[in-house]
């Protein structure tokens, strides 16, 4: 099963840390789940943009499906979902 990387755009306006918190723990716990379904996907990491109150939370899943389906379960709002191509220095 090809597994592809996902961003997950949000806008969070007023979010406190603990909300962040609490979101990450909602977002892991929910891919653990659908992971033990037969599912693949894993929150692989997120990063908040104080300056404009986003996220971009990184996924590894077999479709951009699974990906709005746990961020769905996990009851976090999200704006977008796109697949990405992940660059770094080692590969370039």
Same mark, same amino acid.
């Given at each position: 099963?090809?597994? @592809?990387?996902?961003?997950?755009?949000?806008?969070?306006? %007023?979010? $406190? +840390?603990?909300?962040?918190?609490?979101? %990450? &723990?909602?977002?892991?716990?929910?891919?653990?789940?659908?992971? @033990?379904? %037969?599912?693949?996907?894993?929150?692989?990491?997120?990063?908040?943009? +104080?300056? $404009?109150?986003? $996220?971009?939370?990184? /996924?590894?899943? @077999?479709?951009?499906?699974?990906?709005?389906?746990?961020?769905?379960?996990?009851?976090?709002? /999200?704006?977008?979902?796109?697949?990405?191509?992940? &660059? $770094?220095?080692?590969?370039?």
């Amino acid at each position: 099963m090809k597994v @592809a990387m996902y961003v997950v755009k949000r806008n969070l306006p %007023g979010i $406190t +840390p603990e909300a962040l918190q609490s979101a %990450g &723990l909602r977002a892991k716990t929910c891919c653990s789940q659908m992971s @033990a379904e %037969g599912e693949s996907i894993t929150w692989v990491r997120s990063y908040f943009l +104080p300056a $404009t109150a986003q $996220t971009h939370c990184y /996924f590894n899943a @077999a479709s951009k499906e699974a990906v709005e389906e746990a961020n769905m379960r996990a009851n976090i709002p /999200f704006s977008e979902i796109l697949e990405v191509v992940e &660059l $770094t220095p080692d590969a370039v």
